[in-house]
């Protein structure tokens, strides 16, 4: 049983670039949610999706916008990319509960 | 709103040495709380949860108790080993699929 998978592992983009990461959610999972883990920081929630609608939206401006598919997958776009987004993105999923499974995350590096 | 404050590190221990890292949150309601674990690389993994007060969760021979009176949910290891040098990170979510609201987190190094 796979778990919650993200792609890429890295990512590097200059400023004011977008950029689009990727996330498969674990087997049976059908709400995702995204969060952003600055460097020695806890990870700050981004929003969740949840049959294919934003339910929930941490405050992030809205550069961050996001999108879930019919198959639960979802994918994060940042818009105008600013030195301060880089940073670990981890995506997370669950079914019905708050117990979160995270992915191992995409590192993000803006230069 | 809801939060999380917890003790900060990095903390380095011996092996075989008595573990605690505290934690406290700040929520309406009765939350759930969580502890998760951030190996080198690594996303975050579940450690441990308690859905309700006085309620203990454990795991690997960590366990943390779910304190209302005093709003807290310490991590506790009676002997580390190496292999928990880790980050740890104390969580609260409410609801059925609410976001998890995450403290800063304190890295851990055990020595042999």
């Known amino acids: 049983d796979a778990g919650v998978t993200q792609s890429p592992t890295h990512l590097i983009k200059t400023r004011g670039q977008q950029v689009t990461l990727r996330c498969s959610p674990k087997s049976g999972h059908d709400t995702v949610s995204w969060y952003q883990q600055a460097l020695g920081q806890g990870p700050q929630f981004i929003f969740q999706?949840?049959?294919?609608?934003?339910?929930q939206r941490g405050n992030f401006p809205d550069r961050f916008s996001g999108h879930q598919f019919p198959n639960y997958s979802s994918e994060l776009n940042v818009n105008a990319l600013l030195l301060g987004d880089s940073a670990l993105y981890l995506c997370?999923?669950?079914?019905?509960?708050?117990?979160?499974?995270f992915g191992a995350g995409t590192r993000l590096s803006v230069l | 709103g809801n939060s999380v404050t917890q003790m900060e590190g990095p903390v380095t221990l011996s092996e075989e040495a008595f573990l605690t890292i505290n934690c406290t949150y700040t929520a309406t309601g009765y939350p759930s709380l969580f502890w998760y674990v951030q190996y080198p690389g690594e996303g975050l993994q579940l450690l441990l949860k308690a859905t309700k007060a006085d309620d203990k969760g454990s795991n690997k021979g960590f366990e943390a108790t779910y304190r209302k009176e005093t709003t807290s949910f310490h991590l506790e290891k009676g002997s580390v080993q190496v292999s928990d040098s880790a980050v740890y990170f104390c969580?609260?979510?409410?609801?059925?699929?609410?976001?998890?609201?995450f403290g800063k987190g304190m890295k851990l190094t055990v020595n042999p």
């Open positions: 997370a999923s669950s079914l019905g509960t708050n117990i979160q499974y």
């Open positions: 999706y949840y049959e294919e609608e934003e339910r």
């Open positions: 969580a609260l979510g409410q609801g059925g699929s609410e976001k998890l609201v």
